[in-house]
């Protein structure tokens, strides 16, 4: 079986985010995958991202896409949640304008706080057959409650630009956090979701994953035991 690793064109807001997708031969679906806020720590040895995620899906026989959403690694933009939400709708179109994508059953897995947008673009009409979870937060355990701390995480933990008039007043920013929460949008996802989180989450505690599943209408949850908060790193998961 060959991959092939073709471009992948998404513009979102005028935006050109960086995006890449991996084609097998005999592709059986379509997944695209999400990553959460980034940390201005240096990757653990031998991490290739989420392009070397998409590299095992494809060797399993699934186009997998991946991408940068705005501000985050080579994609251009200042973050904000709802520019995110917008992102991954862009993603999601762009993944199936795929030629080989064509009818294909299309998968979005989000980590952390790419689960939680990836809820919300559902919940707002996004046409997908499945949502994955990996470690996605029930409610921000931060930003809304504290605008300040919230624009300190991003520009010194997370390393993304912020837009100058936030940087003003970051309370209309902040806000839009209340609006995307993923135990409150998944009440209106109908088609399957699972929730996959590691039991010694120290980012987003574990009863987060609980509180997901029972909110939504179709939910799976899998608690993987001794698991930390980067699930995609962890052996096996990403074979469940």
Do not use: C
């Amino acid at each position: 079986m060959s991959v092939r690793q073709v471009p992948l064109d998404v513009t979102s807001d005028g935006l050109r985010l960086a995006a890449g997708a991996y084609v097998p031969d005999a592709a059986t679906a379509l997944i695209v995958l999400l990553h959460g806020i980034p940390s201005v720590n240096p990757p653990e040895p031998g991490d290739e991202g989420y392009p070397g995620l998409a590299r095992r899906f494809a060797a399993a026989d699934w186009i997998a896409v991946w991408a940068d959403m705005r501000a985050r690694g080579r994609s251009p933009g200042h973050f904000s949640i709802e520019g995110w939400v917008r992102d991954v709708e862009a993603i999601v179109a762009g993944a199936r304008s795929l030629p080989a994508a064509h009818d294909l059953p299309v998968v979005v897995l989000g980590s952390s706080a790419g689960g939680a947008v990836a809820v919300e673009a559902v919940a707002r009409g996004m046409a997908v057959d499945a949502l994955v979870l990996l470690a996605a937060p029930a409610a921000w355990v931060s930003f809304a409650a504290d605008a300040s701390e919230g624009v300190r995480k991003i520009t010194e933990e997370a390393g993304m630009a912020l837009a100058p008039d936030v940087l003003q007043d970051p309370s209309p920013w902040a806000a839009e956090f209340e609006a995307v929460v993923t135990e409150t949008a998944v009440t209106r996802v109908k088609v399957p979701v699972l929730v996959v989180h590691g039991s010694a989450d120290d980012v987003v505690p574990v009863e987060h994953a609980h509180r997901i599943a029972e909110a939504a209408p179709r939910a799976h949850l899998m608690v993987v035991e001794g698991a930390p908060h980067q699930l995609r790193l962890q052996s096996g998961v990403v074979e469940l």
